[in-house]
């Protein structure tokens, strides 16, 4: 483990901040409506509103549960897509049909479902986790207990599936590839500390923990 990866993240955190955040500035200045993002959802249920749907690519893996995200994240994430940070085609494709309107309403709509607020406190990970969790620093950015994230423009990773945390986090690995990948300098650098097996016993613990994010099935999936 390098003994100044911690104090890195914490230091990189602020800067970082700064830049998601004149990213996503126009999109995040306008006010959303969970109303109108529930009419606008339609393109987004077919994968977000059905329990345990998993996509094919770039590995088969569940879909992020996104209903109780915060808001300032899904604009942020749908932001990053639009401009190429962020490669998956297919929501490269849908983020680059959305307004900063469209972006701010569908946020509203997802993150008003939110499920039971996790407690303040969650079970210290023991073993190999902890060693994970200590050398990737992941509370400083995403908080104590992996619900309550420092920056809203972060995301809530407990509870989230394991094998979508694990896509997620080897994706910030990649480079040079035009269809695959996520460019994040605070994430590509704790990502790449770490070995496949590592990120998947990560991910398993992470998954584990009891958080808000859920799947809110549409009633043509219930």
């Not at 509103?49 to 994430?77: C, L, R």
């Amino acid at each position: 483990m390098n003994p100044l990866m911690p104090t890195i993240v914490r230091s990189v955190v602020a800067v970082a901040t700064l830049f998601a955040g004149a990213s996503a500035a126009q999109a995040q200045g306008v006010t959303g409506s969970a109303d109108a993002g529930q009419k606008k959802a339609e393109m987004c249920i077919g994968c977000h509103g059905i329990k345990g749907y998993q996509a094919t690519f770039p590995e088969i893996h569940k879909v992020p549960k996104i209903s109780g995200q915060s808001d300032k994240y899904i604009v942020s994430a749908l932001v990053a897509y639009k401009k190429g940070e962020r490669k998956h085609p297919s929501m490269r494709g849908i983020a680059g049909s959305l307004t900063d309107q469209d972006m701010a309403d569908l946020a509203a709509f997802y993150s008003s479902q939110a499920g039971q607020a996790p407690g303040e406190t969650v079970a210290a990970p023991s073993g190999m986790a902890a060693e994970l969790i200590q050398k990737g620093a992941c509370a400083s950015c995403h908080g104590a207990n992996f619900a309550k994230p420092i920056d809203p423009s972060y995301p809530k990773i407990a509870g989230q599936h394991p094998d979508y945390l694990y896509v997620a986090l080897k994706s910030y690995t990649v480079e040079g590839n035009h269809v695959v990948g996520r460019g994040n300098p605070i994430m590509g650098g704790v990502a790449k500390q770490f070995k496949p097996a590592e990120m998947r016993e990560l991910a398993k613990y992470l998954g584990s923990l009891d958080g808000d994010l859920q799947t809110v099935p549409q009633s043509r999936f219930r």
